[in-house]
């Protein structure tokens, strides 16, 4: 089964690195989005990412700030798991820029306090750093080479960085949500209720997708702890994805009753338009029925793992009926004809490279959580605090 596995990486990373040469020599002259639908997979994929860190970060705070016993064993495998995924969406942010060498100057020269923008870079320089450091205090926490007053100060240091993070996940994951809702020029996005809903849909993710690692990944399968431990992470998957249902019912139904057109083309094109199954079946049926019918009938641990994937395999349909139908909808009525031209176009589908360059970062971030796993003992018993 290992040597499948490792095949199929293979084959992704190295597909996937063709598409990352195609991207840095042709610039995104091979890719499908133009001057109207000017974001695309891989915006989507970096909000996705996003909120899969920024979930299993907060999952991280029952560790290392609230101190639940429960979750001791398994803290350093949510810092790791959160570091990875920000990681791999910052490549997807990275790659999508029109001048990828200049993305120092947000730091370097930020229109600060006015850009939204700036201040989520800001927001994720801090939270890179802050998280870069809580990770590395809390291996040398269980390193055993500390005691007494000396390991009760960085334990101390430690919950201090955790009791920073959790403001600054929920602010820089609100920042993303942010971004899209003061864009007022586009209906869809322009909602008070964006942020929020940005954040309910990371720990939604972010704790599906700890619950799918730790299901199928923890090496003592027949321990009371696995069990218990599985059941937990049940039920805050669950309570998550009917909330984050809960909202998007919320922000559907108030923007199509009686809205106006401007208003509600974007939800009629997430829909109806083109790619309706991607929220039909992709999302609602494979992504909140079938999960929830499992979490609340099933209690075998592989299941639940099965029940957790489907949630993180299908968030990024989520992500994407964010992105995309919001730009694919006419601000004007009759402009998509005002002009005819492939880069005017109002529809929008992944080329073959923006795919492969999307499999190099999920191969990316794959292998970079292996070796993780593999040097730094993630996924065996262990205890954070006390070790």
């Not at 998957?237 to 559907?252: H, I, Q």
């Amino acid at each position: 089964m290992k040597k499948i596995f490792y095949v199929l990486w293979a084959v992704a990373f190295i597909l996937g690195s063709v598409g990352v040469a195609q991207r840095l020599m042709y610039g995104h002259e091979l890719a499908a989005y133009g001057n109207r639908v000017v974001w695309g997979l891989w915006v989507a994929m970096y909000i996705y990412f996003i909120g899969l860190s920024a979930g299993a970060f907060l999952l991280s705070s029952l560790v290392y700030v609230f101190k639940i016993e429960l979750f001791e064993k398994v803290g350093k495998l949510a810092l790791i798991t959160a570091l990875v995924t920000l990681i791999c969406a910052l490549l997807s942010i990275w790659l999508d820029l029109g001048h990828m060498w200049r993305a120092y100057e947000v730091i370097t020269r930020p229109n600060l306090p006015h850009s939204m923008m700036a201040w989520m870079i800001w927001l994720y320089s801090a939270y890179l750093l802050l998280l870069v450091f809580e990770t590395l205090l809390a291996f040398r926490i269980e390193s055993g080479k500390y005691v007494g007053e000396q390991l009760a100060s960085y334990q101390k240091k430690l919950q201090l960085l955790a009791s920073i993070g959790i403001p600054l996940a929920i602010a820089f994951h609100g920042g993303v949500g942010a971004l899209f809702g003061v864009i007022a020029s586009n209906p869809m996005w322009h909602s008070a209720l964006t942020p929020i809903f940005f954040l309910v849909g990371a720990v939604a993710s972010g704790s599906a997708l700890f619950t799918m690692i730790f299901a199928f990944f923890w090496e003592n399968k027949e321990s009371e702890y696995y069990k218990s431990m599985l059941q937990v992470l049940a039920k805050i998957v669950l309570v998550a994805v009917l909330f984050d249902l809960l909202l998007e019912w919320a922000e559907l139904s108030i923007a199509l009753w009686m809205g106006t057109p401007e208003h509600t083309s974007g939800f009629r094109e997430m829909l109806f338009g083109n790619y309706w199954f991607v929220f039909w079946l992709f999302h609602l049926l494979l992504g909140v029925a079938v999960p929830v019918f499992i979490l609340l009938t099933k209690k075998d641990p592989i299941k639940i793992g099965i029940a957790s994937l489907l949630v993180v395999f299908t968030f990024i349909g989520v992500r994407l009926n964010i992105v995309i139908p919001g730009l694919v909808a006419e601000k004007v009525h009759g402009q998509a004809m005002a002009y005819i031209h492939p880069r005017l176009a109002y529809h929008y589908f992944p080329s073959l490279m923006e795919w492969l360059v999307g499999l190099f970062i999920v191969a990316f971030g794959i292998g970079l959580f292996y070796l993780g796993n593999k040097y730094f003992k993630l996924t065996k018993e262990h205890n954070t605090l006390n070790a």
